[in-house]
């Protein structure tokens, strides 16, 4: 069964930072690419940030460039998105994904609140 688990989300300031993380299990996560990806409320779902499988090179949306990091840890199975200087327009639920031979597999979310 393949499962993706977010955690790490909370209330924050802005200018707060947090480290969510994504633990994956139940397919082929070494060969995976990893993504995080956001959604708040009325908006579409945004890509926030993707690291590959192979040579783990890092892209980032324009609007998290600088702030954000994306990890993945291939021995626990792991991804981290560290977010730092946060904005009121980083909240959203963040979701984790990996991408699947045929399909996308997607965790539940995290919700992130960046607010004074």
């Known amino acids: 069964q393949v499962q993706l688990m977010e955690s790490g989300g909370g209330l924050v300031q802005p200018g707060g930072s947090l480290r969510l993380s994504c633990a994956a299990s139940?397919?082929?996560?070494?060969?995976?690419?990893m993504s995080w990806y956001r959604q708040a409320p009325g908006k579409k779902r945004e890509l926030v940030a993707t690291?590959?499988?192979?040579?783990?090179?890092?892209n980032y949306a324009d609007s998290v460039k600088g702030r954000f990091t994306i990890s993945r840890d291939n021995a626990k199975n792991a991804v981290h998105l560290q977010m730092s200087s946060l904005k009121p327009e980083d909240t959203a639920m963040y979701y984790c994904?990996?991408?699947?031979?045929?399909?996308?597999?997607w965790g539940q979310g995290t919700q992130v609140t960046v607010s004074s």
């Open positions: 690291v590959t499988a192979i040579g783990e090179s890092t």
């Open positions: 994904n990996a991408k699947g031979y045929l399909v996308d597999y």
């Open positions: 139940g397919f082929a996560f070494r060969s995976s690419a």
